[in-house]
Each structure stands twice: as C-alpha cells, then as structure tokens.
C-alpha cells in the first residue's frame, strides 16, 4: 500500500459498513495467513489454464510505502518459479486511483489481487491496458472456532506450555532478524558529499536517527544530512531541526533545540584532534557497556537511558555487533505491555526479548495476524 492509497483512506472503494483502509487490511491479513500451497488461482476462471498460478509463499508483509507484499514465490502454469510482490485492492481500478501505474515501486509487481464483492458473477477483469491482471483471493478458511466465539490468541499460557526456555529462544530469533535489518537499513544510507569518509558521515547521519525516536527521527536524520552538506569540514557541521511539525517531549532530545545540540558536542568529541566518527563508532563498540554508556554521556542533555538507545540503534547495529547488542540492558516499552502481559513474569527479560516484542506487537498484533505470529507457530509445534 503506497503513500496515494493511505492519503485517500477517506474515500473510494471502501467495503459496506466498514472503511477503505480497514477492507484492504483484512484482505492483506486473509493473504498472510493463507495456508499454501492451495489449488490454482484463476485470473480469468478455470477454464484459463494460462492464467492460473500457485503460490508457495505470500511474501513479507509490507507495513511501509509499496506494494502490500514483497519477495512472494509463485508457480505459474507451465511449472516456472517467479518471485515478485503482491498489491491488494477491494477494487482492480484502485490501481490507477492509487497511481501505481506510474509508481517504479510497483514495477516487480507479481500479483494484483482483488476480492469479488458479495452478489458478483466473477471477478470483473480490468480493460485498461495499464492495470495488471486481477486474480480473485481464495475465500478464507475458517478459524475452527464455534460461531460468535472468539479464540484467545495463540501466546495466551505460551510460557506454561512450551516453556520458558524455548519462548526466550524463539523471541531471540526474532530478535536477531530485527537487528539484521536494522543493519542493513543503516549501511544503506547513502549520505551527501562533505567531510570524511562515507562511513563517517553515515554514522553521524545515523546517531541522528536513533536520538531522534520514535517520533522525530526522520527530521532529525534530515537535519544531518543538510548539516554535513554544507560544510567540508567536522569543526563547521551546526545542525538546524526544523520546529515545524516536532513532536515535543521530555528532556534536552524532546526539543529540536536539545537534539542538535547533542549531535553538534558527539560530532565535536568524535572528530576531535584528527579522530573520525567512524573510528569512535568502533571504539565505542569494542568496549563493555557501561564504559560505552559513560563514554557518551553528555551532562544534561544525554543520559544513560538514550546513550543505551544510541548503542542499541546506531553503534552497534553500524558495526555488526550482535553480541553487544544483545547484552543491552532490557527496556519496557509501553506498546508492548500487553502483549508482555499475555507472556507473563516467567521469562528472564533482556534486551533481545523486549526487541522481539516491539517486532511482533508491530508486525502481526497490531494487524490480528495471530496465525502467522512465530509464537503461534510454536504453539502449534508442542500440540503437534
């Protein structure tokens, strides 16, 4: 779903009695959680044997800009394994309303999956040349549960019955590919020309995005950007955060002031007499955590509490440090308590297992993807 789809949310091709957004939601979920292999999908019915496909995976849900689904694996009917994304729409000219025909996201676009309304004959296939091909969804499987009965989700009593050692070691899974992403997110940065090297520039452009969570991240990683720019050399980098559109809060990083103002005194300290902030950043790295913490504490602007964070979401991911990464002092965050609380006071919390609860609360609580949850796959496996 790309950034014209969620700006028109309010309008368009919204299911009865319910929103847009809210009907597309439901059919990404109805994908994810698919069991496949399934029988063919039709695109024009099965009397077509040259428009059908099976799928072996639906892809990985997208929650950003882009299509909804992204790295699918198909088979088509001649037996040839394709791999591409999957755009779903409660209509097939959502397309061209969405303006994906002249969006280059959407250009490895495998399938384009529409959901026939109640009382049509068939899935109405689009004539203008510009709108892929639509293959109707496969209807959804039931639940097992009885009418009107909602089943608990699957990580209820997960600790009691698979056990505290195996939940911890599945959370630390999902820990591990958490932090290879973000390891992959922060060496794709690719920064500006300006003092250093590359590396070094991208740490400061980095440091800038992790002190800027969760609300103001982006702009303060634009301001670093625009900061190292401008100048040639580490002595002359000022950052300027715009205040238009902050998000105001708590201590020195809660204001666009604060914030630059502790980027400005690392860039200083970590290019000080001839240094590199790259060369910091290692540094940084190869010592235990505590020293690290003191290392970059700045007196009334940057306690331990964001030092931990500058670690756990620049340092170290930079570095490729998995294992001081996972040795970070564990943190509670609040939109995951519930989630937390459904687990229980079994587990022997840290850092990995707070990280695995901010990716599930994310990826699959907040879309009711329960089926797909690791946690319910675990379920599964000790019942199996």
Same mark, same amino acid.
């Given at each position: 779903?790309?950034?014209?789809?969620?700006?028109?949310?309010? #309008?368009?091709?919204?299911? *009865?009695?319910?929103?847009?957004?809210? +009907?597309?939601?439901?059919?990404?979920?109805?994908?994810?959680?698919?069991?496949?292999?399934?029988?063919?999908?039709?695109?024009?019915?099965?009397?077509?044997?040259?428009?059908?496909?099976? =799928?072996?995976?639906?892809?990985?849900?997208?929650? +950003?800009?882009?299509?909804?689904?992204?790295?699918?694996?198909? $088979?088509?009917?001649?037996?040839?394994?394709? @791999?591409?994304?999957?755009?779903?729409?409660?209509?097939?000219?959502?397309?061209?309303?969405?303006?994906?025909?002249?969006?280059?996201?959407?250009?490895?676009?495998?399938?384009? !999956?529409?959901?026939?309304?109640?009382?049509?004959?068939?899935? /109405?296939?689009?004539?203008?040349?510009?709108?892929?091909?639509? =293959?109707?969804?496969? *209807?959804?499987?039931?639940?097992?549960?009885?009418?009107?009965a909602a089943a608990p989700p699957p990580c209820v009593d997960i600790?009691?019955?698979?056990?505290?050692?195996?939940?911890?070691?599945?959370?630390?899974?999902?820990?591990?590919?958490?932090?290879?992403?973000?390891?992959?997110?922060?060496?794709?940065?690719?920064?500006?020309?300006?003092?250093?090297?590359?590396?070094?520039? @991208?740490?400061?452009?980095?440091?800038?995005?992790?002190?800027?969570?969760?609300?103001?991240?982006?702009?303060?990683?634009?301001?670093?950007?625009?900061?190292?720019?401008?100048?040639?050399?580490?002595?002359?980098?000022?950052?300027?955060?715009?205040?238009?559109?902050?998000?105001? &809060?708590?201590?020195? $990083? &809660?204001?666009?002031?604060?914030?630059?103002?502790?980027?400005?005194?690392?860039?200083? @300290?970590?290019?000080?007499?001839?240094?590199?902030?790259? /060369?910091? =950043?290692?540094?940084?790295s190869a010592l235990p955590t505590g020293e690290a913490v003191a290392?970059?504490?700045?007196?009334? !602007?940057?306690?331990?509490?964001?030092?931990?964070? $500058? !670690?756990?979401?620049?340092?170290?991911?930079?570095?490729?440090?998995?294992?001081?990464?996972?040795?970070?002092?564990?943190?509670?965050?609040?939109?995951?308590?519930?989630?937390?609380?459904? $687990?229980?006071?079994?587990?022997?919390?840290?850092?990995?297992?707070?990280?695995?609860?901010?990716?599930?609360?994310?990826? @699959?609580?907040?879309? #009711?993807?329960?089926?797909?949850?690791?946690?319910?796959?675990?379920?599964?496996?000790?019942?199996?």
């Amino acid at each position: 779903m790309g950034r014209a789809e969620r700006a028109s949310d309010a #309008g368009g091709d919204a299911e *009865p009695g319910g929103s847009k957004a809210g +009907g597309e939601r439901a059919l990404q979920r109805r994908w994810a959680e698919s069991r496949w292999p399934t029988p063919f999908l039709y695109a024009d019915g099965p009397d077509e044997p040259a428009s059908r496909v099976r =799928v072996i995976t639906p892809g990985r849900w997208n929650h +950003g800009p882009g299509p909804d689904f992204q790295g699918a694996q198909i $088979l088509d009917a001649e037996g040839r394994a394709r @791999r591409g994304d999957v755009e779903l729409h409660l209509r097939a000219n959502a397309w061209l309303q969405h303006g994906h025909d002249g969006d280059a996201a959407y250009a490895d676009t495998l399938l384009h !999956l529409v959901a026939p309304r109640e009382g049509d004959a068939g899935l /109405t296939v689009p004539v203008d040349p510009r709108v892929p091909q639509a =293959v109707a969804l496969p *209807p959804a499987e039931s639940a097992g549960a009885p009418p009107g009965a909602a089943a608990p989700p699957p990580c209820v009593d997960i600790v009691a019955r698979a056990g505290p050692a195996a939940v911890e070691a599945r959370l630390e899974r999902i820990a591990e590919r958490r932090f290879a992403r973000k390891v992959r997110v922060l060496r794709a940065i690719d920064p500006p020309s300006g003092p250093g090297t590359a590396d070094d520039r @991208r740490a400061l452009i980095a440091s800038a995005r992790a002190l800027g969570q969760p609300h103001n991240a982006a702009r303060a990683e634009r301001a670093a950007i625009e900061a190292i720019g401008r100048v040639s050399d580490w002595s002359e980098v000022r950052l300027e955060i715009d205040p238009q559109g902050w998000r105001w &809060g708590r201590g020195a $990083l &809660g204001r666009p002031e604060g914030l630059a103002q502790v980027l400005d005194t690392l860039c200083r @300290r970590w290019s000080a007499g001839g240094q590199r902030p790259w /060369t910091a =950043v290692i540094r940084l790295s190869a010592l235990p955590t505590g020293e690290a913490v003191a290392s970059l504490r700045i007196p009334r !602007l940057l306690g331990p509490g964001r030092a931990v964070q $500058l !670690l756990a979401d620049a340092v170290y991911p930079l570095t490729g440090c998995w294992q001081r990464w996972r040795e970070l002092p564990a943190v509670r965050y609040r939109r995951s308590d519930e989630l937390r609380e459904r $687990l229980g006071e079994r587990l022997r919390w840290r850092h990995p297992h707070s990280q695995a609860l901010l990716e599930l609360e994310q990826s @699959r609580c907040r879309q #009711g993807a329960c089926r797909i949850c690791p946690l319910a796959a675990l379920a599964r496996d000790r019942s199996g």
